[in-house]
């Protein structure tokens, strides 16, 4: 059975890892030509706070005599890189609307995993840990409906590319 200590640092490597794992989906999109130069740059800003947050997490790890788990985050990775399957088939403004949900969803894991690690912490006692857990949570909600805003404004371009049930191009016009 783990002791507080030991939970703590399980529940830092399983954080490190979706934080890594996040961050590559947003590396992706801060690099894909296909996607508006504006959703670049956020995309850009987010890949930044995601590996922010992953330093910070290596440094509680260290800090409580553990590192983070190299299979794990290589596992998780790969993962992330196979979902890129998913879009075949998707014409360029499904796939970028999909790697949007794909992004919000890996946030929305973060933000559950800091919820969980803050309610550990705080019954353990480590109110210190309780609080950089707080503080993740809350960064990342916002980051959360900052993905959710870009996926508003994306989806409708895919809109574009439909077609009625004849086949000739939709005449749905997008509302950002």
């Given at each position: 059975?783990?002791?507080?200590?030991?939970?703590?640092?399980?529940?830092?490597?399983d954080l490190h890892a979706a934080e890594t794992g996040v961050a590559d989906i947003f590396e992706g999109l801060a690099k894909d030509d296909d996607l508006e130069s504006n959703l670049r740059q956020q995309a850009s800003g987010w890949h930044q706070q995601t590996n922010a947050h992953a330093s910070q997490i290596q440094q509680r790890?260290?800090?409580?005599?553990?590192?983070n788990?190299?299979?794990?985050?290589?596992?998780?990775?790969?993962?992330?890189?196979?979902?890129?399957?998913?879009?075949?088939?998707?014409?360029?403004?499904?796939?970028?609307?999909?790697?949007?949900i794909k992004a919000y969803s890996g946030v929305a894991i973060l933000v559950g995993s800091y919820e969980s690690l803050r309610a550990f912490a705080s019954v353990s006692g480590d109110n210190d840990?309780?609080?950089?857990?707080?503080?993740?949570?809350?960064?990342?909600?916002?980051?959360?409906?900052?993905?959710?805003?870009?996926?508003?404004?994306?989806?409708p371009t895919a809109a574009g590319n439909a077609t009625d049930t004849v086949g000739t191009p939709s005449t749905t016009s997008a509302v950002y």
């Open positions: 059975m783990e002791n507080t200590n030991e939970k703590s640092i399980r529940y830092l490597k790890l260290q800090s409580l005599g553990g590192d788990s190299s299979a794990k985050d290589f596992i998780n990775n790969l993962i992330a890189k196979a979902s890129d399957l998913t879009n075949i088939g998707h014409d360029k403004e499904d796939k970028l609307t999909q790697d949007l840990l309780s609080q950089f857990a707080a503080n993740g949570r809350s960064e990342d909600e916002a980051l959360a409906k900052e993905i959710l805003s870009a996926i508003g404004r994306k989806a």
